[in-house]
Structures are given as C-alpha cells and as structure tokens.
C-alpha cells in the first residue's frame, strides 16, 4: 500500500471516530518477527506523540490481559505475515468485537485474518521487495499520520523524504556488506552462542535476528541485549570468545552503541560491526533518520544469514517444531 | 515511605500541574536491574489506564532520545539504588531542567541523584526488607495513585489489600523453595547457558534473573524469553540439554506460560518451574494478582542464586569489569 493510502486510511479513522472523542490509543500487536517490525513505530510513538497513549504487546498477551480502554477510540495495528497466525488472529477478532479500528499489516491479500481488519494493508516482500513498502515502514506511516493528523509532525516532510530514499540505501548496502558476510559466515559457523546488539528504534533488528534467525533458523543461542542496558549486568559476560554482533546507529542513540563499541573493542575479540553511517544512512535528514535504522538493519542482516546458513550446511528453512508438531 | 505518603505525592503532583493541563505522561527511567523492577508498573499504565501516556525507558536512551513531550505535565519516575549511577542522574537532570516532577526511588536517603528529584521515595532493601515497601510495588503504587485520583481505579481497594498481604507470602514462599533451590544449584552448576521465560507484570523478574544474576554475577550466558513470543522463533533451540527457568505467573496471562510448560515438559528435559500458584499468590484478589508476580518471583529467585553461587564457588559479589574498569 502507498503512503498515501495510509494516510487516507488514518484520515477515515479519525473521521468515523470524531464524534466519540477520537482516537486515544494506538495499540501495535503481533507475534516474533511480526513483533519485531512494529518496534520503530512503537519507539516513533513513545517520543513524537504526546496525546495518544501507545504500547507494543505480544499477540497473546494482548488476548489474554487486554488494556481496558480497547474500545472505538483505539486503534489496532496488527501485523501477520500470511494471515494465519491464531494467536494473531484472535487478537484481531477481539480488537474487531471491542469497536476498535483495526488494521492488518500482512503480505497475502486474502486470509484468514482479513475478515477482521477493518483496513488490510498490503506489504512488500520477498526478493527484490521495495524497502520502503515493507510492514517496517507501513507501520511507522500508520505513527506518522495519527500524528501529523492529529497533533501534527513538524519533520513530515523530512520523513516522507526518508521513505523515498531508504530503499536504495538498503539495497546498496546488501552489495557493501557481502565480502564481510562471508567472512562473518566462515568465522562464527561454529559458535554455539552469539549476541546481538543495539539501542533506539533499530533495537527490534536486532531481537528478530536473535530470535528469528540465530535461535529459529540456526539453531544458535542468543540474546538482543540493548546497548544501555549492557553496562548494567550483561557486560559482565564479555570475554575473548564471545562474539557479538553490533548494529551501530545513526542519530541520537548513537553515542550509547559507540559507547558499547569502544567496550567490546577494548576487552571482546570476535565483534561484528554493522555502522549504519558507514552504509550510507546519514543521506536521511538528521531529524527522522533515527527511525529508518531498523530497516537497513533488518534487511543487511539477510546477507549475512544466507553466508552463514550456507558455512553452517543448515537451511534457513529448517525447523523441528514450527509447523511440525503440535504447540 | 509509606502507601499513604506516594499517595500524596501523587495528590502535590497533581495540584501543581491543575492551571497547566494536568498531567498527560508518566515516564519510568532506569537502567539493568533499576530498569526490570520498573516493568509492572509500566504494565499496569498500559493495561489500565486510558488517558495518560506511558512508557518505560533506560536512563540513557532517555537522555540522548528524550520523548518530545517532556515538560511540566509530565511524571519522571527514576530508580536508582545507591543514587549513583550516573545515566540516571543525567536522566533526572534533564527532567528536572525540562520542568517534569520528578520522583525518585533510592535506597539511600542521600546521594548524588536528590538533590534533582522533587519527591524522593525511600525504599527498603537488604535482608528481610519488608516487600511491600520496595522499588517495584513504590513504582506500582505511583502508577495506580496516578490513575486513581485521575480516572479512578476500581480495584484500588483490592491492590491495596495485596500490598499488605505481599509480604507474608514472598517470605512463605523462600521458605518454601529452600531445598529446591538446593538441587537447582547442583543440577544446574556447570551449564553455560540457562534461560529464564516469562510474561506479563512478572516479566521484568525473568529479565533482571538474566541480566544481573545469571550473566553479571555468574558470568553464564542467559536471555529472558517471553513465553507468548517462545512459539514464534525462540523455542527452535529447545532439547534435552538447554535449561530454562521458567516463571508460572499467576493471573490473566497464565496460559501463555502454562502452554510454554507444557511445550517444554513435552521437548525439554532441564526445566525448574517456579509457580506463583504453588507459592500461594492466589490469595491476592484476581483483580489485581497479575502486578504482584513480579515481586513473588523476584525474591524467590535469591534463594536459589545463593545455592547456585555457593556451589558453583562464584560469589555473588565477584565482577570483572562492574566498578573496576573504565566504560
């Protein structure tokens, strides 16, 4: 779906809700990777909204100990990636049940899930994907337009700019990092723990390349530990063998993954630095560019897990349990 | 300091902000275990209350991403133990500047961190420390005084009724978990990687046991899985080898973590289940059980981090870098 569809999306939400008070709350829900993605909207919503209440909550969770005020004056934005998750699926039908208005970010146009959104946006993926129509980036759309239409967004144009710029940053940043993929690949393919790292709105990458890639696809213990919190406890765990992979940012939250840097530098060994100014992220105006981190994170580290998934001889499509047993 | 005297901090707060809007954000701040003791409170903002905005954020991402609405109707709630630690002074530093009220919870009644805070709340800390005077229910009672003199809280009654049975149970339930704590240790004293899982208000204790026991104190590799997001990536490392940990809560989110025992009883041989039924939290109204999990579970999990560190000789106290090298 185009940006402008999103924002008439928001638009009409915000029409059919005018006079019940508007909307108060904007509740981003889903599963895993589907989790993940939704973190920069969340963290865009903590910091450039000050009049609508926001959370992030896992599916299940949110079936199980739902926020109170879900009602008309919410808004729910799901994201399911086939349309078939339950859990998912029984948030949206809730959500739907509670007059909230929902809408479903998925990459299949028809599924099990559609009948319980009131909006269905449609996202980009696979092969040759345009980053700027990922779920990443349509969720950060629905944060942008309740703002701007809303309290209004003093840097929505410098976002809008960023949208149309992020896809061939990622892209030639995929080309950048291929020779250090492989390298990346031969080194780690026999670790039995590897770490991620990272802070701000780009954190969610690095929970889905722990959870979704490492522990789902490889087999391999991790954990995203966040770079402020690092100097806190987990730090007390560095050594000369733990690897650690760490995405350092570009805009604000940059001094706090520096400042784990120059720590892993001096007392780990085995490190892997994704610099998102070294990969051509600053060309986004300083004021947004905070919140395009996650998408050129998420979407380098695909060159990385291919390397490795072929150093290791373990598909990333293997599993044991997901979709194999009952759970 | 008391129920009755962060009830009228909250009564002071909220008379000083009436001629300017009221207050519209409560903003918890912290960093490692500072941070986790923050979570049920944080949880129950975003559960319960519908008209003001809440979030939970590490010191320093709040200092260098500080939300955009920070200012006099705002609530900056900072924990700090020792009332030194420095990205938390800065934090409430820069909400005092910005005009925010500023509550902070310390254990100490002087440091360096109050001379910038407007209400200093003391906690109790250190061996038989009355539980329901620490930093997680003072958090918990800031929050539910917000939205009891705000919106009103219904369960108001029924929370307090907790607060004052909290105690009794916690020091039952140590008791309790004495000898299996024992095991726990002899079982589990050379594993390299132990995981913790939880979900929900309690979710915090599994990230603190990660963090600050397991990987800072006992230098053994660790990551706090929520057992909603456990089926969507994390559960792919799961055999007969991996332990976990695994917190049982009481409440609304119990069959999120009833269904990931039932997984591991099924696929995993190495589980110590901590059960805040069996510890006899259910005498807490269900109303309002989910908030006081986070309390049960964090103080049962001393009794096993000093058998785990007597027999694995590795005192608690031992660090590498905490304290002792420049970061």
Chains 1, 2 share one sequence.
Not at 100 to 119: C, N, Q
Not at 208 to 236: A, L, V
Not at 314 to 319: N, S
Request: aromatic share 10%.
């Amino acid at each position: 779906m185009k940006p402008t569809e999103i924002k008439n999306v928001i638009t009409e939400i915000l029409e059919s809700r005018k006079e019940e008070g508007g909307i108060k709350a904007l509740y981003f829900v889903g599963c895993g990777g589907s989790n993940g993605a939704l973190y920069p909207a969340k963290t865009f919503m903590e910091r450039e909204c000050a009049n609508i209440k926001s959370a992030l909550i896992n599916s299940n969770e949110f079936v199980y100990s739902t926020p109170k005020d879900l009602g008309k004056n919410v808004i729910v934005c799901l994201s399911c990636h086939k349309g078939n998750t339950p859990e998912t699926i029984n948030a949206a039908k809730l959500a739907k049940e509670k007059g909230a208005a929902v809408i479903i970010l998925t990459w299949k146009e028809e599924s099990e899930i559609t009948p319980f959104g009131d909006y269905i946006i449609n996202y980009t993926f696979g092969d040759n994907k345009d980053i700027a129509g990922e779920k990443i980036i349509c969720a950060l759309l629905v944060a942008v337009e309740l703002l701007n239409q809303t309290e209004g967004y003093e840097h929505y144009e410098e976002f809008m700019d960023g949208v149309g710029r992020i896809d061939g940053i990622v892209k030639h940043a995929c080309k950048h990092v291929e020779k250090r993929a492989e390298l990346f690949a031969k080194e780690y393919k026999d670790d039995k723990i590897i770490y991620t790292m990272a802070s701000g709105a780009g954190y969610g990458a690095a929970y889905m390349q722990s959870i979704c890639i490492f522990m789902e696809m490889q087999w391999i213990h991790s954990s995203s530990i966040h770079s402020g919190e690092f100097f806190h406890g987990p730090f007390e765990i560095t050594d000369k063998e733990v690897p650690f992979v760490l995405q350092v940012s570009e805009g604000t939250n940059r001094p706090l993954d520096e400042r784990a840097l120059k720590f892993l530098k001096t007392y780990a060994k085995r490190i892997e630095v994704i610099d998102a100014k070294d990969l051509g992220l600053s060309t986004i105006d300083a004021s947004v560019v905070d919140y395009f981190n996650h998408s050129l994170f998420t979407n380098v580290y695909p060159v990385y897990n291919k390397a490795l998934a072929e150093e290791r001889q373990h598909p990333l499509t293997t599993r044991r349990y997901m979709w194999k047993v009952e759970y």
